[in-house]
């Protein structure tokens, strides 16, 4: 009996050995695949430059950033090169994670890896585009033109790069929140009903969250939590959908 259970016990820690060393597969491609991306943004770093700082460049004095250490504008290159890699390989990163995630799936929920690859790039690209496109524009035009008279804004590149490379990764994985909620239901996980009765829960989150991560304005604030909301909500008609059915109960009549 005691050889039993430490078969047993061998059994489950090679399994956990398994899945780490797939777990480190998995993101040693992804990072291959992100560098790739990455030196070959680096070529076009320059016209990249110029389309990340326009947001802000519009309400800067001389529309310029400056830069206060001579390595600043070197390591930016390389920060924007690697920001351009981690989105533009973003089909091939989601496929290292589905293929992570695929081995503890049905056979007939093996399907939906082509699905999840497209739609988790289409939500991901479209987290990074709202961002951009609304997010910024509108905040920065509220911070950076308050009260000029009394002060004049002078941005380092430096800590605009870091502040414009978090936050578009943040709205960017932000978007991703239906994708990962119907994985978590396809897998069983969770269910339609779990999170219909964690909604209050899940929106004091989200708030909470769009707070912290956005910039310290209602504006920002409000274009983050509202679109995450009505994604949870997409989320429960998906799970109702694709989310794993439990058994059907079978009666034994005598």
């Known amino acids: 009996m005691a050889l039993d259970q430490e078969d047993v016990t061998s059994e489950g820690e090679l399994s956990l050995i398994e899945h780490l060393t797939e777990l480190r597969k998995r993101v040693v491609y992804s990072l291959i695949v992100i560098l790739i991306f990455m030196a070959g943004a680096l070529v076009f770093s320059d016209i990249i430059m110029e389309f990340i700082t326009d947001p802000i ?3 800067l004095p001389d529309q310029k950033i400056f830069f206060t250490g001579p390595m600043d504008v070197f390591l930016a290159h390389l920060k924007i090169a690697l920001l351009s890699g981690v989105i533009l390989s973003c089909p091939f990163w989601l496929y290292q994670v589905w293929k992570f995630v695929e081995p503890g799936l049905y056979d007939n929920e093996k399907k939906y890896g082509l699905g999840f690859i497209f739609s988790g790039t289409v ?4 987290g990074v585009s709202f961002v951009y496109y609304l997010v910024y524009p509108m905040a920065f035009g509220f911070l950076l033109q308050y009260d000029q008279e009394t002060a004049q804004a002078m941005i380092t590149i430096k800590e ?3 502040f414009f490379t978090l936050t578009t990764l943040v ?3 932000a978007f991703e929140l239906p994708l990962i909620l119907t994985i978590l239901g396809i897998i069983g ?3 339609q009903q779990f999170l219909r009765d964690k909604r209050r829960y899940a929106i004091v989150i989200i708030i909470t969250l769009s707070a912290v ?3 310290p304005d209602v504006i920002s604030q409000v274009m983050l939590g509202v679109p995450l909301v009505a994604l949870y909500e997409v989320s429960i008609i998906m799970i ?3 989310g794993r059915k439990p058994p059907a109960s079978t009666d034994v009549t005598q």
């Open 57 to 59: 460049r519009t309400f």
């Open 123 to 126: 939500l991901f690209l479209t």
């Open 160 to 162: 605009y790069l870091g």
């Open 171 to 173: 709205f960017g994985a």
């Open 189 to 191: 996980v969770i269910d």
């Open 213 to 215: 991560i956005t910039p």
């Open 240 to 242: 109702g959908i694709l």
